[in-house]
């Protein structure tokens, strides 16, 4: 799924951002490196980066960071309303703060 407005290849476009903004909680989703899936859910974005790149700051969060070291694999669902998004990428951490560079986005509702 990419932009509609205007043919770029963002990812996030203007409406998946705007559903991101009002997502009071984040469901995220990270994979082990025996494939056993992990589910939390967690507070608002704290930020979108260059347009792809979800920001959250960092609660304890040990059984997803020890994931996304063994595999990077990580989705998150975002809904607002209506309107709701899986999206799904690569992870890393970084300090107090756990990124997901988004590489796919489903509409869910």
């Not at 040990?62 to 975002?78: D, F, L, P, S, Y």
Request: proline share 3%; charged share 25%.
């Amino acid at each position: 799924m990419g932009c509609n407005c205007c043919g770029c290849n963002t990812l996030l476009t203007p409406e998946i951002k705007e559903v991101i903004a009002q997502s009071a909680f984040v469901p995220i989703a990270t994979l082990s490196e025996d494939g056993q899936p992990h589910l939390i859910v967690v507070g608002k974005v704290k930020e979108v980066r260059n347009d792809n790149t979800l920001v959250f700051g960092v609660y304890k969060m040990e059984k997803t960071r020890r994931n996304i070291a063994e595999t990077a694999v990580m989705q998150v669902a975002v809904v607002a309303g209506k309107k709701g998004y899986r999206l799904s990428g690569k992870a890393w951490t970084e300090g107090e703060e756990v990124f997901l560079t988004v590489e796919k986005a489903d509409a869910l509702l």
